[in-house]
């Protein structure tokens, strides 16, 4: 059977994304999750995506899933230990079963029997131990805050482990997912070498074509021939095209020479014209990430408030999102767990009371920084923006317009004092664990927020929406990130391809379940 709950905030729905897994401490509760496998469809012909980036390893630890937008290499080679559907609910992929302890402080995994890498090596408890040991402690990882409370692991068996925690992780099936890329697990054989920095060893349904891969071009993935589940390979071929500019991508799609592409809802109009199916759901947050809070200007609270207010959201909205833009000033839109609507007129558009805070904080002729952004998403469209509404109360922004992997690099390091975002919605659990809290992430450390955070961790059904909504307003009134915009996740397919549907309750689609077109 599907994952139920009796705390109507563990189920996913339109009106309340992703508030499932940030649900109230149960006792014991048990999770049985389902075969994620649909019916069998015969293997057809070749899918041709087209990718932004490529990535700097195949190493799911580093390298993440489908929320870091690594879907199209990670989930074709990599089989995660639950699913997540469309509807938000998780069934299963590796695993076959998770039964919380009490308050969500230990999970008891049961794995699927009979499962090989494509190596030929097995499934095993002792494994996903050892992937979970390599994803906490190897250089470069993105799990550090999300394995943070992880105490111990214990091999039961074969098949079955036990996770056990220093605090409550509701959300941790969501966490071993194909969205996070955790529980991509990868073999036991290649975790010490360097293997996975140029081919991936997954369980997943495709192996990577060597031969005829082009690093950096073009990846090719074949059918694995160890997959457990044979129904669930849907092409004779998967051929990954790496095309960064966002027109060109367009371009090639309405050619013929890919099939499913991410989009903009600058293009979505573009693309109904071509007869092009489109996917959307409003998904990415705007903004950018204030890193630099220790030294200079932007250390000083007055300052960081002064920028909030100098810009125009509404104006930034309809810029990066159209019609589809939602302008706001926090890290959530309306529907979110931790939007707070008490702040939600803080930072109108006030060049004036911006200027006025300058000149409080001691810079009345204004000062200059830098920032990195990335012309994925809107961001470099919003950094541009930024430069102009900046200038006009006397600061002088310059951003570096980075590519994919110098971006992802840089943006942990204190090079650039600010990073543009374009992050995908969440609950205030998954974003603690995936950027507030993260030292590796954003170069976030601040133990109030911690203190906070333990609030909602333990936080009864009836006191976790106030608690949430105390770290948004936190983290907002101390200016850490200008937000400014919620707007769509595009994503755009031939009439020859299905299952690339985006939902509120999935918003990154599943490239696996892509599928030719009866």
Not at 270 to 283: D, E, I, P, Q, R
């Amino acid at each position: 059977m599907k994952f139920s709950s009796n705390s109507s905030r563990h189920r996913w729905s339109g009106n309340s994304l992703r508030v499932a897994i940030a649900g109230a401490i149960l006792s014991g509760s048990m999770i049985v999750v389902a075969n994620s496998s649909g019916a069998a469809t015969k293997s057809k012909g070749t899918l041709t995506v087209a990718s932004a980036g490529f990535p700097s390893t195949f190493d799911p630890a580093i390298n993440g899933g489908d929320y870091a937008g690594r879907g199209a290499f990670t989930s074709l080679a990599y089989d995660p230990l639950f699913v997540r559907k469309a509807d938000g609910s998780h069934v299963a992929g590796l695993a076959t079963k998770g039964d919380f302890g009490p308050q969500n402080k230990s999970l008891k995994i049961t794995l699927r029997s009979g499962v090989k890498f494509s190596d030929g090596s097995a499934l095993t408890a002792a494994g996903v131990k050892a992937w979970l040991v390599h994803a906490q402690t190897v250089s470069g990882n993105v799990f550090a805050a999300t394995l943070k409370p992880l105490t111990s692991i214990e091999v039961n068996g074969t098949l079955s482990l036990t996770l056990n925690f220093s605090d409550p992780v509701p959300g941790f099936l969501d966490d071993l997912s194909q969205g996070s890329g955790l529980g991509m697990v990868a073999s036991t054989k290649v975790l010490s070498g360097t293997t996975m920095a140029t081919k991936p060893v997954g369980a997943g349904e495709y192996i990577l074509d060597t031969k005829n891969t082009v690093s950096q071009v073009t990846y090719v993935f074949i059918p694995n021939p160890n997959y457990w589940n044979k129904s669930a390979i849907h092409w004779d071929k998967v051929v990954v095209k790496v095309i960064a500019d966002p027109t060109a991508q367009l371009n090639a799609l309405i050619a013929g020479q890919v099939d499913t592409a991410a989009g903009s809802a600058g293009t979505i109009a573009a693309a109904k014209a071509a007869g092009l199916n489109v996917a959307s759901t409003t998904n990415l947050l705007m903004g950018i990430a204030i890193n630099g809070r220790t030294t200079g200007p932007l250390s000083n609270v007055l300052v960081r408030k002064a920028l909030s207010y100098a810009v125009d959201r509404k104006a930034m909205a309809t810029l990066l999102g159209g019609e589809y833009g939602v302008a706001t000033n926090q890290f959530a839109v309306p529907g979110d767990d931790s939007y707070d609507p008490s702040i939600a007129s803080l930072y109108e558009y006030n060049p004036t009371k911006a200027k006025a805070l300058l000149t409080q904080a001691g810079y009345p002729n204004g000062f200059t920084f830098t920032g990195l952004s990335i012309a994925i998403a809107g961001q470099d469209v919003e950094a541009n923006a930024l430069v102009g509404y900046l200038a006009a109360v006397g600061v002088t922004f310059k951003p570096t317009i980075a590519d994919i992997p110098n971006y992802l690099a840089k943006r942990v390091t204190d090079e650039y004092p600010t990073v543009t975002l374009s992050w995908g919605r969440g609950t205030v659990i998954q974003h603690y664990n995936n950027i507030w809290g993260q030292p590796g992430a954003f170069v976030n450390s601040d133990s109030y927020l911690d203190d906070l955070y333990q609030q909602v961790l333990y936080a009864s059904a009836k006191d976790y929406s106030a608690a949430a909504k105390k770290v948004q307003n936190y983290i907002i009134n101390q200016a850490w990130y200008i937000m400014w915009a919620g707007i769509p996740m595009v994503g755009f397919s031939s009439a020859k391809v299905t299952g690339a549907g985006m939902t509120n309750g999935r918003p990154c689609p599943y490239i696996v379940e892509f599928a030719p077109k009866k």
